[in-house]
């Protein structure tokens, strides 16, 4: 157990749905991190948050949005799904903004149909 | 654009010898760069990490080499060991003026490490 839990583990949708995944970070880590895996691919950055706020956004579609609430834990939402969207979703944390050996989550895998 | 690339898709040695991983880049401004394993069904889990500034990083059987000049790093385990089969991810950030910790992974290398 890496102390970043995401839930669910397995998502099955249909196409057009909205999704909500989950990730608390591991006690005392400030920053939360979201990472997109698609088939054969590198883990793609989505977006960051540190504390509550926005800190880097990557190559995020318009139809993913996510929050950190204060309580730290973060929610990626996922909208108008279609089938590439289909993937291993993970999500890290660390204390600080910058430090990049972070913590990753087992993953949430979306299976859109 | 792959800035990031794991031209090798898997690599299959014998325990006992050594295994190396490779990872080119792409981008100059890439300054920090790091090594993550994940087995299945799990994250990944960093492993090791090299700044810009120097060329090589040992920790126990893990040693990172960065060749800046030609933008290539590898990882080098010795020795091999069956637990030690997993995916790696090279990963490299632009810490610059950026200040965040966003990282920019390869595709990832399978190894095998046969008993």
């Known amino acids: 157990d890496s102390g970043v839990t995401q839930t669910p583990k397995h998502l099955i949708t249909a196409t057009g749905q909205r999704v909500t995944l989950r990730c608390s970070p591991r006690s005392g880590d400030l920053s939360v991190y979201w990472y997109q895996q698609s088939l054969d691919q590198g883990l793609q950055f989505l977006i960051q948050?540190?504390?509550?706020?926005?800190?880097a956004k990557g190559n995020i579609l318009e139809r993913f949005s996510a929050q950190q609430f204060p309580d730290l834990h973060s929610e990626l939402n996922l909208s108008s799904l279609e089938l590439g969207d289909s993937a291993l979703y993970f999500c890290?944390?660390?204390?600080?903004?910058?430090?990049?050996?972070?913590?990753f989550g087992s993953g949430t895998r979306l299976t859109v149909v | 654009d792959q800035q990031v690339k794991q031209n090798s898709p898997s690599l299959s040695v014998q325990e006992g010898r050594i295994s190396i991983l490779n990872c080119d880049y792409t981008?100059?401004?890439?300054?920090?760069f790091l090594w993550y394993k994940k087995y299945p069904a799990e994250g990944p889990t960093f492993l090791i990490s090299?700044?810009?500034?120097?060329d090589k990083n040992e920790d126990g059987r893990f040693t990172v080499f960065l060749n800046k000049s030609a933008k290539h790093l590898s990882l080098h385990i010795v020795p091999s060991q069956p637990g030690d089969s997993a995916v790696y991810f090279c990963?490299?950030?632009?810490?610059?003026?950026?200040?965040?910790?966003?990282?920019?992974f390869g595709q990832g290398t399978t190894l095998q490490v046969k008993p």
């Open positions: 981008n100059s401004m890439f300054d920090y």
């Open positions: 990963a490299a950030s632009a810490s610059g003026s950026s200040n965040t910790g966003k990282l920019i």
């Open positions: 948050y540190y504390n509550g706020e926005e800190r």
């Open positions: 090299i700044s810009s500034i120097k």
């Open positions: 890290a944390s660390s204390v600080h903004h910058t430090n990049y050996g972070y913590t």
